[in-house]
């Protein structure tokens, strides 16, 4: 089974709404951001209206040129200069729908960044490194302690276990962690007291001890 929370119902509940908050949160501003940008978006429509005024102009350059060929002497002559006429008079008007389009969709997406990035990156950069640091503490202690290989799990005694994690716990842990879970450490230590030590050891690991 794959670990994704520590098994200590404390440390389980504050990664859960961790996880939980952490997905609400990106879930709303994610909303507020599309919203923003289908709202933004609408705009474009205003560049396709002009583009698409001028290639209407175009359009009608070329069924009037279409209609002027056909006059005897002048025709051929007077087509291609009205094609030219309504095609130069177009070419603006459709290089600024589409500098219009072009624009609109920039400021959308860009806004739109910025209104997820704004309240994102601060809780993402301090929530994902800590959560990131749990999964691997309680998934590296469960393979290293639960699963360890079956020829040294049936060959090591519970006492033994017990022995070397408290062994890892007064060498690693604050003094200050280890007054939580025994009020003299070193005495347990010496006395080879070791439940304590070794709890102290499993639950910094976020999970519960063997006993």
């Keep these: 089974m794959v670990k994704i929370w520590s098994e200590l119902p404390g440390a389980r509940s504050r990664e859960v709404l961790a996880d939980v908050a952490t997905a609400a949160w990106v879930f709303?501003?994610?909303s507020l951001a599309l919203g923003l940008y289908s709202?933004?978006?609408?705009?474009?429509?205003?560049?396709?209206l002009v583009r698409g005024g001028g290639e209407s102009l175009q359009a009608a350059g070329l069924r009037l040129g279409d209609t002027l060929g056909g006059m005897p002497l002048i025709g051929a002559g007077m087509s291609d200069a009205v094609?030219?006429?309504f095609e130069g008079a177009g070419a603006p008007i459709v290089a600024a729908g589409g500098e219009i389009?072009?624009?609109?969709?920039?400021?959308?997406?860009?806004?739109?960044?910025?209104l997820l990035a704004v309240p994102l990156v601060p809780w993402l950069t301090r929530y994902v490194p800590w959560r990131l640091e749990r999964l691997r503490r309680v998934r590296a202690a469960h393979r290293a302690i639960r699963r360890a290989p079956a020829g040294v799990r049936e060959t090591a005694t519970p006492t033994e276990i017990e022995r070397l994690l408290a062994g890892?716990?007064?060498?690693?842990l604050e003094w200050a962690t280890l007054l939580e879970f025994t009020p003299d450490p070193i005495g347990d230590w010496q006395a080879g007291r070791f439940d304590r030590l070794a709890r102290a050891e499993y639950e910094q690991a976020g999970l519960r001890s063997a006993g």
């Excluded at 709202?39 to 396709?48: D, W």
């Excluded at 890892?168 to 690693?172: F, S």
């Design 28 to 30: 709303f501003w994610g």
């Design 39 to 48: 709202f933004l978006i609408g705009f474009v429509e205003a560049g396709r």
């Design 83 to 85: 094609r030219g006429g």
């Design 101 to 114: 389009e072009t624009f609109v969709a920039l400021v959308a997406v860009v806004l739109a960044l910025v």
């Design 168 to 172: 890892r716990a007064i060498h690693r």
